[in-house]
């Protein structure tokens, strides 16, 4: 069921006056490892700039199809959703999220409307005029003491939060061991380790219990038990081929 995953079709990454085209091409060649394909560039750098090329690393099919506009509102205008980044707080981009519960909120979205993120500036960021033409805001958590964020870098956070929420969770399905397999196997491994002079034959039960302590700290697959059973046969095996040497 498409419900809970993200359509990353539905996703722009918008640079807004982007200075540097090594920027641009290092935008592209992230979005492209996170499964995003449509670049718009805001009155900024060109896509198609030698620089951004060198960057892009085998990205280049998105700086070639990237749309250019003047203007942000131009960008958006056929956008239901668009989203500014911003590193710092203030009262009119509240609430700011983190990459992770925005793409929660984008996932219901993503199937029927187009969705922008737009990237400010290197220097200056998104102006306040472009941040009123947004509707979410978010902020990639950092050290206070430096909280600027490369452009590409902050790009790449977001579509990779963006990508995981598209991939489909595998079914994988685990035959746990059930308890008497457990319990016989525990049982084997007493008598092996105490034949081999580990456990004292008198008092076994207090290095036992912080042994099933270990194996019990998560549910044990039948293959785990089968494993351990294994190693303990195997013992007993070289035991018996030793009292017969001697």
Known sequence: SMKGKMNLDSVSII?????FPENIGSVARAMKNMGLSRLIVVNGSSPLHPNA??????????????????????????????????????????????????????????????????????????????????????RIPSMESFPSINLAQAVMVVCYELFQASIEIPKQTIQLAQAEQRERMFEHMEKTLIQIGF????????????????FGRSPMEEREVQILQGIWTQMDHHLRIGKKAE
Not at 15 to 19: D, R
Not at 85 to 110: D, Y
Not at 199 to 214: E, F, G, T
């Open 15 to 19: 640079l807004v006056k982007p200075k």
């Open 53 to 138: 090329y060198k960057l892009a690393s085998g990205a280049e099919d998105i700086l070639e199809r990237a749309e250019e506009f003047f203007t942000l509102r131009e960008a958006v205008s056929e956008m239901g959703c668009v989203i500014g980044t911003t590193s710092r707080g203030g009262k009119e981009r509240q609430p700011l999220l983190t990459p992770k519960t925005l793409v929660k909120k984008l996932i219901p979205l993503s199937m029927k409307n187009n969705i922008g993120l737009a990237f400010g500036s290197e220097k200056e960021g998104l102006t306040n005029e472009e941040l009123s033409l947004c509707h979410l805001y978010v």
């Open 199 to 214: 456990l004292d034959s008198k008092h076994p039960k207090k290095i036992m219990r912080v042994l099933r302590r270990l």
